[in-house]
């Protein structure tokens, strides 16, 4: 079984930066994606980043395109977002999670896994 847990969420202040972590565990694939995804009580989870393991393509939404970096530690198994020039719509609980699908992208509904969500909150 995939496990996956998030780590480095936190309290900044706009325009500050923070790095999240998530620890994989289990079997990976390189034809497998790994995805950053975020969700505000009440509304569907959004697709933040992902990156294809085998290629190291990435895929952003356009909300944060420039601003957030999705990158693959593979030697550690770590996943990483790096989040720079937050805004308050940034707060959200944020997720990382593994398809073992051949496609993921930023489509939640491909995503198999899911760690246990580490929170971002961003004051203006």
């Known amino acids: 079984q995939v496990q996956l847990v998030e780590s480095g969420g936190g309290s900044v202040q706009a325009g500050g930066s923070l790095r999240l972590s998530c620890a994989v565990s289990g079997y990976i694939s390189s034809n497998n994606w790994l995805g950053w995804f975020r969700q505000v009580p009440g509304k569907e989870r959004e697709g933040v980043a992902s990156?294809?393991?085998?290629?190291?393509?990435?895929f952003y939404a356009d909300s944060v395109q420039g601003r957030f970096t999705i990158s693959q530690d593979n030697a550690k198994n770590t996943l990483y977002l790096q989040m720079n020039s937050l805004k308050p719509e940034d707060s959200a609980m944020y997720y990382c999670?593994?398809?073992?699908?051949?496609?993921?992208?930023?489509?939640?509904?491909?995503?198999?896994?899911w760690g246990q969500g580490t929170q971002v909150t961003v004051s203006s």
């Open positions: 999670a593994f398809t073992s699908s051949f496609w993921g992208g930023l489509e939640a509904a491909r995503y198999d896994y």
């Open positions: 990156i294809y393991r085998g290629s190291g393509s990435t």
